[in-house]
């Protein structure tokens, strides 16, 4: 019961089963489970650092992001999630002030800077290619690459061989090559 | 490596692989990150009332049964473990073979030389005749490695498990490219051409995280107990 509560109320083995899903892309039950700790995170970060709500908002957002990243690529495994929770999110709000402030500097020095978002060093022909692209392939290609999944699993997965996901895969990049180059 | 360059390095047609791989990885992530982060905003906004803006716009109203499905999940993997089987190796391994979808993924990179057999043995094999497939797949005048696995699963699909073996065997010699599928194949070829001993040394290729590898220990566990 101390385990749970200092993860969350996940059980290992759920928390083995959110990690499980969180690689095939489903990121519902990882959605249900965090969620409920924003507020508290955020509220947290306000009164410590004395963040505004924005901040302290996108830190936790951040945090989260890179909570998934971290369990798909087994990185971070059950043990005191709670805790890492809160320390990742100051780490991030702190990240983030730096990166403003260096910001600010640089705009000192050029004029027009374009704003900064998550997907600003994507070209554009990939973004677009994505959206165009199959929902198979953006699957595949997903639990791969945004899973960290192995081909093999994804061959287990789908009842399929690891030579016939490779093919695939192969294909799928192929795919969005072509698309891309329509646009660039 | 700057965007433009990221760009030309994944379009080139002879890009590294290892750099190809690398580039769409951050891509993929930073796309699929930025669709996670609007859904959950979405969800922050609906179901608890909090924005980047303000703090709570309403009181928390839901709250979701979740154990449910972690619950149900463990059940499930519980009965799994519980049943155990009382049929032979050579049922269990028939029943492998038959159950199991077998799709050839057309010719790899590389093969650009048409050959009319190939084609129609690969289609042949899609279509499940694998009579068919193994007389298309043994004209083909210089099979590939790709051909040679192939036929092996044809002979296999048709009870043929001699010639089955040859083929696997010469796949497993010439390619690692389907390395974790021939272990799974010869150790059921084995078993069906009642050569115990062999599809034990093959199924103990099969380690943790390797396709096939739960059903590969139930195997070796009916083998065991019939030894």
Known sequence: MLM??????????????????LKANDTRFFRQVFLKQFEETVVYVKREYQANQEDAYDATMDALLEFRNRFVEGKLTYGNLRYLFTKMSTQMYFRNIKKRHNHFEDLEKIPQLPKEN??????????????????????????????????????????????????????????????????? | MNKAEELNTFMAP?????KME???????????????????????????????????????????PLLVAAASIVLLIGFFYLYTSDVSPSHLATQYVETQTLQHPGSFKGVSIVNQSRTQGIIAFNNGDFKQAVIHFEE???PNDEDTYYLGLAHLKVGQYKD???????????????????????????????????????????KKGDWRFEDAQELIHTLNKIN
């Open chain 2, 22 to 64: 690398d580039i769409l990885k951050t891509w993929v992530t930073k796309v699929n990150d930025e669709k996670l982060r609007v859904e959950m905003a979405e969800a922050l906004a609906k179901e608890q009332g909090i924005s980047k803006s303000s703090r709570k716009l309403y009181k928390l109203r839901q709250i979701r």
């Open chain 2, 164 to 206: 089955a073996a040859v083929k696997l065997e010469q796949s497993a010699k010439n390619t690692a490219r389907f390395h974790e599928e021939v272990n799974w194949f010869l150790a059921l070829t084995y078993v069906l051409d009642g050569r115990s001993a062999d599809a034990l040394s093959y199924l103990s290729k099969i």
């Open chain 1, 4 to 21: 749970e509560s200092k993860n969350f109320g996940l059980t290992e083995a759920s928390f083995g089963q959110m990690v499980l899903n």
């Open chain 2, 140 to 142: 083909i005048s210089a």
């Open chain 2, 14 to 18: 002879d890009a590294d692989m290892d």
């Open chain 1, 118 to 184: 998550a997907t600003d060093s994507v070209p554009e022909s990939f973004k677009s290619a994505w959206q165009t692209l199959g929902i198979k392939c953006k699957e595949l290609l997903s639990q791969h690459y945004y899973g960290s999944m192995r081909l093999t699993d994804i061959a287990i997965e789908s009842s399929s061989s690891p030579a016939t996901v490779r093919k695939k895969k192969e294909r799928c990049i192929k795919k969005l090559k072509e698309i891309m180059l329509e646009t660039i």
